[in-house]
């Protein structure tokens, strides 16, 4: 059973950073590439960024060259390092694992969810 919990969220001002965690369970997690997503009210699920097993990262163009992804193998944690915030980054951030299929920006492409946490960024 693979658990995924997120922490980290809050509220913070225009401009701010908030560093979000993934704790995940299972000790296959070294193998699999760990994803974030955010939905805000009324919106679907976005992508938000990706980490692979090696390390290697890739960002949706909205959070791109603001948001960055790590993860430390030796805690079974990821991170998304979040960083200019505005506004419209408000939403419910979710972490998830790659199933294993060739892509990374899609939910379908995920097989487990954490439960979220709340981001909120004032003007």
């Known amino acids: 059973q693979v658990q995924l919990v997120e922490s980290g969220g809050g509220l913070v001002q225009a401009g701010g950073s908030l560093r979000l965690s993934c704790a995940a369970s299972?000790?296959?997690?070294?193998?699999?590439?760990m994803g974030w997503f955010r939905q805000a009210p009324a919106k679907g699920r976005e992508f938000v960024g990706y980490?692979?097993?090696?390390?290697?990262?890739y960002y949706g163009s909205s959070v791109k060259g603001r948001f960055t992804c790590s993860r430390d193998m030796t805690k079974n944690t990821v991170y998304l390092q979040m960083n200019s915030l505005k506004p419209e980054d408000t939403a419910v951030y979710f972490c998830?694992?790659?199933?294993?299929?060739?892509?990374?920006?899609?939910?379908?492409?995920?097989?487990?969810w954490g439960q979220g946490t709340q981001v909120t960024v004032s003007s």
């Open positions: 980490i692979s097993g090696s390390g290697d990262t």
């Open positions: 299972g000790r296959t997690f070294t193998s699999y590439g």
């Open positions: 998830a694992r790659q199933a294993g299929g060739p892509t990374v920006v899609f939910e379908t492409d995920y097989d487990y």
